[in-house]
């Protein structure tokens, strides 16, 4: 399970599919993919994994790529690497 | 008004040897003392037409650029500055003490001015529009904005685009533009009637004249204006001109890298980056031809057809 790390406000601008975002902790500004910005929207309420977002976010991702959860796992680990997530 | 020109050349040494001049540059004011002849010339010549306040009133920067002493004094002579008691900088020979002037207040600005966003960048403004152009290092940003004043556009900045953080406007901080190496004689032969600076050799930063602002934007110091564009410059040899969209993220980035103080303002820097992108057309642009770009710059000061 993955949550988004306390104190993360997600101060974020999004543009024609992609998205800055101000990391509140590390005070880095972060170039992310839309999709990425999904993912961490999706995480703000409550925590999940990456099955639980890849049903949450059916909708908005491609719901028939058979990669789906470990495409969103690989994601999930690239954004805990820039400390805007961590495990729970 | 009193201003920089309408002082005698013995006035104008009396208040730098002084208590200091106070010279007005935009919303700030910059107290200068020094007792070097080639800064002097300099100022005399860029900061004509620049207000000058009376003594005694509110002063953003304290700034002193003195001759050396001692030995130096006749030998190699070197000019120090000194801000409120601090040297930041290593001490120049005596004959670049006006670009290090122009240095100096920059530096100031760079470091102190946090009421804004501070981009490294020139800014100027037609028809209402205004355009920033950022600027990493020989891009040619300064050259294209020396040709741009002799074309209509008003100067708010060559060197420092300040956003204000309350509104989002474009605060004028016109001062002269800085030149370097061939744009010298490039712009020379391109604006016969720009007045520059007696050209300086062997700085940092090769050969450095300035070129004085137009007096009518510096009339119009106090008056901001609204972003429209943000051009990314880049001037290459016998390229064909190019005026290409960049992603309004990817250029949030790209200004952000070019900025003085966004690191600084933390979460303030990024909504004010934001809400500028957001009111801007963000673009690159690749160029050969002064004439070319001037052309181009018209279309962009007339707005979305």
């Known amino acids: 399970m993955w949550r988004l790390t306390p104190g993360q406000a997600l101060a974020c601008r999004e543009w024609d599919g992609e998205a800055v975002l101000y990391n509140d902790l590390s005070g880095s500004t972060h170039l992310l993919d839309g999709a990425a910005l999904d993912l961490l929207l999706a995480l703000r309420d409550e925590p999940a994994d990456a099955v639980m977002l890849a049903a949450r976010l059916a909708e908005r991702f491609d719901a028939g790529d058979d990669n789906l959860v470990s495409l969103i796992d690989e994601m999930l680990v690239a954004l805990a690497g820039l400390d805007l997530i961590e495990p729970c | 008004m009193l201003t920089v020109g309408s002082l005698s050349r013995a006035e104008l040494t009396a208040r730098l040897s002084g208590d200091g001049l106070v010279l007005r540059t935009g919303p700030f004011t910059n107290r200068i003392r020094s007792d070097v002849s080639p800064l002097i010339d300099g100022l005399a010549l860029m900061y004509a037409d620049y207000p000058v306040e009376p003594a005694g009133g509110f002063v953003d920067f304290h700034l002193e650029l003195q001759r050396s002493g001692g030995l130096r004094r006749w030998h190699r002579s070197q000019v120090h500055f000194t801000y409120d008691g601090t040297t930041p900088f290593q001490p120049l020979p005596l004959g670049q003490a006006y670009p290090m002037l122009e240095w100096t207040m920059n530096w100031c600005v760079s470091h102190r001015a946090h009421g804004y966003l501070i981009i490294h960048a020139a800014v100027l403004e037609k028809h209402g529009r205004a355009i920033i152009l950022p600027a990493p290092p020989g891009s040619g940003k300064s050259t294209l904005t020396a040709a741009l ?46 007045v520059l600076s007696r050209p300086v050799e062997e700085t940092t930063k090769g050969t450095i004249a300035h070129l004085k602002a137009p007096q009518d934007s510096i ?36 200004v952000a890298d070019n ?26 642009f690749r160029y050969s031809s002064l004439p070319d770009a001037m052309a181009l710059f018209e279309r962009l000061a007339q707005g979305p057809a």
């Open chain 2, 219 to 254: 009339a119009r110091a106090l008056e901001p204006a609204k972003p429209a564009c943000i051009v990314f410059p880049r001037w290459e040899a016998g390229a064909a001109i190019a005026l290409d969209p960049l992603p309004k993220a990817r250029a949030f980035m790209q």
């Open chain 2, 149 to 194: 004043l002799g074309h209509g556009w008003r100067l708010l900045s060559d060197e420092l685009t300040l956003v204000h953080l309350g509104d989002g406007v474009l605060v004028p901080l016109p001062r002269p533009v800085s030149l370097k190496n061939a744009s010298i004689d490039i712009i020379r032969a391109f604006r016969p009637d720009a």
């Open chain 2, 259 to 284: 900025c003085f103080n966004y690191q600084v303002l933390g979460a303030r820097g990024f909504t004010a980056l934001g809400a500028l992108i957001d009111a801007s057309d963000t673009y690159t």
